[in-house]
């Protein structure tokens, strides 16, 4: 059993429902039905179930709920509850009722917030600030969250590295260019995520063009701090750095570039220095290595809201769900 195959069946152990809010998108409506057929989440999609049903007659929608905001008898009462949510950054009952009515994403987070569903997919055919803005005002930050961030878990076939090839790359989708403070709380959320959706230890490295002092730049300085931080802030989790890539994850290299790592060239969750580093590097192993890449999966949320690549196939969008659903059961 591969391992997405594996996030399957522990989502199906205990079902969670699903909210899926681009209608609009043929990839979105194949993977619902996929996802509610293989059993792995119960799912609503929001949009106008006549044109849904009469322009997709070919795919089975019998056990999927769709949610049309402008039929739907509840809309009423969640546009009161948004402008009561958000009164004190000025909604109001005629902006609350167009975003409900207009902009799925909102719905779909009202739906959550209420209590209806229990995490959101979008993003195949939206930015990720249209997917994150209207989680970030509705659901909010989880407690105690430094700030929210984003990951890709990377499945790289035939790969010895990492977690028999599964790594967390982080930031990979959100955080532009973090400061010291910022990558430890990332190294964090990332460990945490990594043991939560693959249930192996995480080995963390912060990851720079230097190891061990081998550069001097501020660019290095940057992650040694956060190297510093993160191990005086989270020492239950086992990270290290500076190292450059194959310091990190080849044993061999590890021995002669950074002798004294706590890694030894096993990291599985790997910490880019800013988010050019990590959405180039993402990319890079899921083309030239025909890696699959789920994400940007967030971290940080009160609730499970995960963003899409465009460029994700209906595959890749049911791989996201199901790590959607067992996020959701851990909250």
Known sequence: MNFIESLKERAKKDLKTIVLPESMDIRVLEAACSAQREGIANII??????????NHSDLDFSKIQIIDPVKEEDTEDLIQKLVELR???GMTYEIAKELLLTDYMYYACMLVKDGKADGVVSGACHSS?????PALQ???????TMLVSAFFLMVVPNCDYGENGVFVFADSGLVQNPNSEELAAIAESSAKSFELLVGKKAKVALLSHSSMGSAKHDDVTKVVEAVKIANEKYPEFTIDGEL?????????IAKSKAPNSKIKGKANVLIFPDLDAGNIGYKLVERLAKAEAYGPITQGI???VNDL???CCSEDIVGVIAITAVQAQEK
């Open 45 to 54: 999609l929001i949009g106008n179930e006549k044109d849904i049903l009469e």
């Open 87 to 89: 009164k004190n950054k």
């Open 129 to 133: 600030a249209n997917t994150l803005r």
């Open 138 to 144: 509705i659901i909010k930050t989880e407690p105690n």
């Open 244 to 252: 450059q890539l194959d310091a990190a994850i080849v044993p061999s």
């Open 302 to 304: 009160a609730a499970p």
């Open 309 to 311: 690549s465009r460029g």
